[in-house]
């Protein structure tokens, strides 16, 4: 019985959410707003039971002398708390200037680690054919390098500006940098509207099949 | 048509920068419009972009540095007042003062405007009101100047010399690398910036540095006056005639605009319609072309004999790291291969290190756990969302060697293959660092489409095997499907992608041929 | 070079460590270089980007309209690694405060991590403050939607569908969702300014925007509108920086074809 | 004397938050590059402040919530009748989540309305693409014809059909993403890596001080 229920309860708020593609409707907006307050109900449960109950609060309650340094963090949220409050507002900076402080290392480390040191690495290529594996893979590993290379160049913002030396070697560079972007979003697009098309085709499956039984 | 100060090159009328010469376009001689922020050529009095007026017409436009100049004197003089000071004396003088202005202005308010207030239509003030509280009067804007434009200024400039000019460029501790800076740059507050602020302002007329521009208000700049003149108040007089005036015959361009918004909506329904078109009839038909004609790749097919030759009771270890985003990819193929996973009566270890993944993937490992007849926690264990990312598959790997888990896995034993499910690369890239290379395990991955350019060379490499066998997207899923001969969602699907790519490529041809023939018919699409 | 190697070695520094260190540590002395060069010969010319010069037009027509403009910071939040692509969103949300301010109409802000909130907030009364509104901005002016971004996206189409928004202004770190509010943006006809670094959604981006910030350009925000020195002396220190990717790569090729 | 105290106030309100930032992120960054566990252990207790500042934060967001959608009900303001739907779900859950995140409230609603609108909305991307392919994917300049190109060969390259039209395409479509869009790619992921590590390390040296709020000018 209450499996038919969230079939129907499913089925008809698919529906509704459909219903906006021929117009924007008060059941829609109700939908949406419906959607809106759960999904920040359930981020706060989830917040509470998974992060402020079991890393900060229930160290400090059971263990506060073994457990001091969560202290900081209690003291940040309390600093993040006077922020609600125009006067004590300056206070908050500290807990915010902690959060900037931590992601701009974080930011700084991640690109390090995760895109820039392995993309420049990958991007040493052999064009020789000997070594590349033949003359056809030496070919493409040289448009990979040029192609690199021109989307780089494209993104210049100082250099390159006409009158300045070098510059008709950037600009150069940078058509062909502007080419292989599109190129590039244009495979992007290609490539990624197949997931699109198949989180709809999972839904109407759901709406044919599991629900309306039309499918064997 | 804008020329550039510096090289002269001709622009767009609504550049900030020469495209020449990367300058900033007319920044500090002319007037800035407080309408649309466009930059003016000094001496205009009529905004070139808007319209609308730049000087009260009161005032002839040469009068205009003369009296921004003194703007700034007042301001500085006001900055130069002790900090206490300032606050109570000055202000309530300098409040008086604008209130007087300011019911000065009240009392000249056109009648028309005072009618005006029932009646409905877009220029009525009523309507910008229920936006923003705020709207001081019923002026029209560029008649009305902020009450505390004096005290807005000397704020603005005191702003400039604490944080601006003394502590925006270099913070305090970097102050000492440079040896050749003035003294005193780091005090917050207080005399020693005065000079140059007052130099600052004065420089409005000439040049400026970049920084304080920032920080007084542009549209004060061309608003020195606070009374209007009668010349002003005969042309808000002349405003509300035209406002009062029966609407003219707009009725060519409202129906057609009504037939614009029709056709459009009309465009998208058909559009809307094809695509769903394309997905349901192919699932009700229940066509099998793909099934018949689909080619199996051998990198699939490695993947379905890596999980083919596992002997049974096996543990297998799974990390579903995909979002909602890819989740239309992904599902399919975690189906495909659970199916033959638990076929080879294999025991699977469910792990995400997104949360977002162990959520998604809770829904479908029950499912097909519950095909076939999968006991949680005996045959399978849903870890779900494991934290520390960056560290999280190592952790997990050496997690399984311990005790604890010596009744599910076998004490110190490895799981005998691990299966990655990545939407993004860098998930897979965490596995096999830390994973796959220093400990050596068999992998295989599915991986979404756009993920696979990253993917297909861990694969390739023949000398280290670092990845068994690897599916990509949809696509993939459905191969797995059709090689195992067990059809199923994603080989369904792929009738329905078929018909809505073709779809999509006609959309877009028809998309330019009424581009291009609008274009033809010198209508700008 | 053996004791060198011994010392890494016994301080936990790899060779991947070493090579990263390597790569972070000029940016610190150009960045102080380029910035004191700025300051002694003025500025750079910059090459357009028709993003920026966009903003500045949309806010002047959404003035001219009467109606807000909606700006967002992405999806992501501070703290975490995309803390600069929020950064960036959030010096474009100071620049478009300060200008429509200036007019009269605050702008539209929503925030998708909750810990963009205090720190929008702050931009916005900061601005307020600025342009003469000493009494501080209304509270919904800054909207915390939700940390789900499919809930946020929904949000943001109600706004852009019903808070009488003229432009759309959108740039920080976004996942597939951009799309479901940029086309309700498209439909309901407003000038929108899209920016992301993800190489997945941009074309996306591309497509359903009338202006895009492609990657790298949305760093650029404070050196664009706000004309900061820093950021001015940032985009140096990233073009010198290129400069050197470039040549490490062409070194890189060159030594690989030739072993 | 008071002008003084005033100063060095105004003076440690803006660097206490500078310092703090500086240092924190400052021994986070080395984290990145030393493998010793004192470092390591400092840094991961740090990255788990940031994750327990948030999620407090997430606490603060709910009350903006709250906040504008009461008042928003309050005033009357257009559609103030789907802010009371807000309001009241949010608030269910909430409540019932309150002693646990498995109660039976919170999870039916997770399962019965939260997912299948999520589920719903997000699908709405297909026909989104839709109509940003019609209108987006047209033929302005020469640059653009290589977009539209590009995309309607990896389109077709990609499902089976596309061995229909012809053996070549798939073949191409690999191509391309193999050399040209990885090139791309490539180069945009470079250059926003070099745009992060710039604007982080701006942060780090206190250029920029996007912490220093209105504390400072509303004195």
Redesign the interface.
Known sequence: MSEL??VW???I??LI??S?????NPLY????????????????????????RP??VEPLLQDAGANW?YL??LL??LL??T??R?TT????????????????????????????????????????PS??GGRVAAA??I??????????????????????PGSGLVRFASTV?????????????????????????????FL?GDWLG??? | MMTCPHCGAANKPDSRFCG???QPLGVPQGVTCPMCDTPNPPGVSVCTKCGAQLVPPGLSPTDMPLEAGEYGERAAAAEAQPEGAREPAGDSRELEETEAAIGAAEEMVPPWLKKLEGIPGEETPAELEEEDQRELSELPEWLEVPPDLEEMLAEASATASEEEVALAEIPSWLQALRPDQVEGDEEPTGAPGLAEITGLLKGIKGTLGIEPVVAIPRRAMPLPAATPSSASYEKAELFGTVVREAARPGVEVAPRRRVETLMA?TV??II?LI??AG??VP??L?STWSEANMPVTSATAAMYEAVEALPADSVVLISHDYDP?????M??QVEAVLHHLMERQARLINVSLT?EGSRLARQVVERVAEEHGYVPGEDYLSLGYVTGVEAAPRTIVEELRSAEWSGFVGTGQDPSLIVEFAGTP?YL?LWLEQVQGPYGLPMVAGV???ADPYARPYYRNEAQRQLLGLMT???GAAEYERHSGEAG?AL??MD??SV??VA?VLLIMVGNVAYFGGRLRGKPS | MEFLAAVFRDLGIGQ?QA??FA??LPFFPLLLIMNRRIREKGR????SIPGYDAVQEYLGRAAESGRRVHVSMGTGG???????E??AGLTVLEHIAAHALATGLEPVVTVSDP?LL??A??VV?KACVAQGYPE?HDPACVRF????K???A??V??IL??AQVAANVMVGSFG?EFLLMSEVGARKGLVQVGGATS??I???V??STDQTL????IF?AG?YLLGKTSH?AS??T??WL??A??F???V??V????? | MRRIAQAVGVGL?RS???A??????????V??FFDQPHINALGS???????????????????N?LVVHFRRIWKRDD?WY??I??????????VA??P??DSRV?TW???????????????????F?ATA?YRG?RLRSW??V??????????I???PVGRYVSELLPQI?D????????????????????G??A???R??TGFD????????S?Q
């Not at chain 2, 985003?325 to 990819?329: F, I, K, Q």
């Not at chain 3, 501070?78 to 600069?84: E, K, L, N, P, R």
């Not at chain 4, 703090?20 to 960054?29: D, E, H, P, Q, T």
């Not at chain 4, 001080?209 to 400072?216: A, F, T, W």
């Open positions: 229920l969230s309860l499913a089925a708020l698919t959410v459909y906006y593609l021929l117009g924007d907006r109700l939908a949406q707003h419906v959607f809106v307050g759960s999904s920040v109900g359930y981020a706060v449960v989830v917040v509470l039971h998974s992060v402020l890393r900060l340094p900081l963090p940040l949220c993040l708390l922020k609600t125009g507002a300056w206070l908050g900076n500290s807990a915010v200037a902690f959060l900037f402080g931590v992601g701009a290392a974080l930011a700084i480390g991640g690109a390090l680690l995760g895109s820039f040191l392995p993309q420049i690495q990958a991007s040493w290529v052999s064009v020789s070594s590349a493409n590993n448009l990979l390098a040029v192609g690199t290379i021109g989307t780089l160049a494209y993104f210049y913002f100082t250099m390159g500006v006409r009158g300045s940098g502007r080419w292989v972007i599109l190129i590039t979003f244009g495979a992007i697009f290609g490539n990624r509207v197949m997931a699109y098309v198949s989180l709809l085709i999972e839904r109407v499956y044919l039309l499918l064997g | 020449e010469c990367g909506s998208r329904w809307y695509l769903f997905v349901a699932l009700l229940g985003g890819s989740a239309g990819e599902v399919p949360p860098e890239r979404s489409a756009t997207g949809l696509v969602l369904a699907s329905s992608q809505v790519h999509m | 991947q090579l990263m790569l972070l750079p010319q910059l090459r501070i703290g975490a690694s995309v803390t600069a929020s950064l810990s205090p720190v907030q702050d009364q501080g939607i939700s940390s789900d499919v809930a946020y929904a949000g189409g109600d569908g019903h597939d190489p997945q941009l074309p996306f591309y497509a492609i990657g790298e350009e650029a050196a001015l985009l140096a990233q073009d290129r400069t990717v470039i490490t790569i062409v890189g090729i030594v690989r074809s030739l072993a | 309100r206490i938050p500078m703090l930032a500086i240092a924190i992120g400052s021994l986070v960054l984290d990145f207790f740090f990255v788990e402040s940031v994750v327990i500042l948030v999620a407090f934060a997430m606490i603060l967001g709910l009350l919530v559609g789907y802010s739907a807000l309001v009241s779900i949010a608030l269910v859950v909430v989540g309150i646990g995140a919170v609603v997770f399962d019965n309305v939260q997912f299948p609108l999520q589920a719903a909305t997000f699908s709405l991307l297909a026909f693409v392919a994917l640059e653009s290589a977009f539209v190109v590009t995309a309607v060969v990896v389109l390259g990609q499902v479509k191509w391309i993403l193999n050399v040209p869009s990885t090139a791309g790619m490539r180069g945009i992921i470079i250059g926003v890596a070099l992060t590590i604007t982080g390390v942060v780090l001080r996007p912490y220093s709020g209105e504390g400072d509303t």
